[in-house]
């Protein structure tokens, strides 16, 4: 009997407790209204931007979190969240101060353009050795629009040390096969993080490190290492239409510089050595366009290898690609060249030689990505003939140079007129 009635005291009291931690929580926290309004003003106060919210309100059960549901920032294309779910730290609430455990959000549009306003106001970063504010956020289904609207669906979850520093973090691509995915591991308390990345079935994996002035600017450097990335599955993961299909490997150089995070990412710069072995030049007939001089090229063209350089630069106006020192072979021709691709428009430069004994033909693509214009000067295939002629069974840069230079003396196309000098700051 002693026993029972023990235990019945212990459970009034954790009952009694319970009630008062309840009713202490319902008379300090905040309204709903009063909530809205302070999250209103802040985010408005934080990005620049107003910030109409459709409904928030306090859960107290299972555990007290705010909830969010329908907000959108007020613009011509706004970044909209579905739901998001707060749980704060009931010790800092109890101060009258925000701070988070965990932050989780389902469902959210976030068009890349957008982005650009939430940055008209910097904001500081957390001094060094203050309270974490956020402990881990965690989204799903969170959907990325690029500037060309190409919408791509990310999940992913950070936790977070102070100085808003991942110690580590997961990006994934949901139901995609082979799996695609980007996780960064913190190494101690140093600026530096490993990266794993698979892509395509291959990976990327490596490491960057972040440093920060005392001016305040972060400068960010990396290096990764691609080892048998299927090319095609790797583009169309990011739901991209692929050009060449085929493993690559190589390695991989990272540097941005910037005063915020969104300006590391619009100076990002990669460099990229890489190699392929057998491939495929997907809808381009290489053999079928230097023979009708341009006007058909559609087909596919099977390589035994490919290298080249890649260089990624970010910039305001969007990402420029940039192909050097191209190299492809197969048993039926050989290609070298460049090519630079910026705001959906290419640009490139080929010199093509012929197993049969045509070298040096000059192939030129130009205009929008989705109706490439494919040229091969008239003459050239002929002056490429005489240029294996002077040099018989020359299938080499010295053969290709000179079938151009031949071929463009026998075209009876006008020489090109230079291009206008581009204004000083434009790629």
């Known amino acids: ?56 309100h306090w859960q107290l059960l299972p555990v007290p979190a705010v909830v969010v549901e329908d907000a959108a920032t007020r613009q011509p294309r706004a970044i909209t969240v579905k739901k998001l779910t707060a749980y704060p730290n009931l010790g800092a609430l109890f101060v009258r101060r925000l701070q988070f ?61 102070p100085n808003w520093r991942p110690r580590q973090a997961r990006l994934s691509r949901p139901d995609f096969q082979p799996a695609t995915d980007l996780t960064l ?20 994996h490596g490491e960057v490190e972040l440093q920060t002035r005392d001016s305040g600017r972060m400068q960010l450097e990396g290096r990764l290492q691609p080892v048998g990335v299927d090319v095609a599955s790797a583009v169309a993961a990011f739901n991209r239409k692929p050009v060449i299909a085929g493993k690559a490997s190589g390695t991989t150089q990272l540097s941005a510089a910037g005063g915020t995070v969104g300006e590391l990412a619009r100076s990002l710069h990669t460099q990229t050595a890489f190699t ?39 910039t305001p106006q969007g990402m420029v690609t940039t192909y050097t020192n191209i190299k492809a072979s197969s048993g039926a021709l050989s290609a070298s060249g460049k090519a630079r691709l910026a705001n959906r428009q290419i640009e490139a430069d080929f010199a093509v030689d012929l197993v049969d004994g045509v070298v040096g033909v000059p192939l030129v693509l130009s205009g929008p990505l989705d109706k490439v214009a494919v040229s091969v000067p ?41 291009k206008p000098a581009q204004p000083a700051g434009k790629p």
């Open 378 to 418: 008239r003459g050239a295939v002929a002056g490429a003939v005489i240029g294996t002629a002077v040099l018989p069974g020359v299938g080499t840069a010295i053969g290709a140079r000179l079938g151009a230079t031949l071929g463009n003396i026998f075209s009876s196309d006008p020489a090109p007129k230079p």
């Open 101 to 161: 455990d965990r932050i989780e959000l389902d469902g959210a549009v976030v068009p890349q353009l957008s982005l650009r306003a939430l940055d008209a106001r910097p904001s500081g970063l957390i001094p060094e050795g203050a309270v974490t504010p956020l402990e881990r956020f965690v989204f799903r289904n969170l959907t990325w629009v690029s500037r060309h609207d190409v919408a791509v669906v990310y999940d992913g979850e950070i936790d977070f040390d």
């Open 185 to 204: 591991t913190r190494l101690g308390q140093e600026d530096r993080w490993t990266t794993r990345i698979n892509v395509g079935g291959g990976t990327a």
């Open 1 to 56: 009997m002693q026993k029972k009635r023990t235990w019945i005291v212990a459970a009034a009291s954790v009952a009694a407790v319970l009630g008062l931690a309840w009713l202490a929580l319902v008379i300090f926290l905040p309204s709903d209204e009063d909530l809205a309004a302070y999250a209103s003003a802040e985010l408005e106060n934080r990005f620049g931007v107003p910030v109409a919210l459709g409904s928030l």
């Open 276 to 314: 392929m072995g057998r491939s495929i030049l997907l809808r381009f007939d290489l053999d079928k366009a230097i023979r009708t001089l341009g006007s058909e090229h559609a087909g596919q063209t099977e390589l035994e290898s490919v290298t080249g350089q890649l260089d990624t630069q970010n």
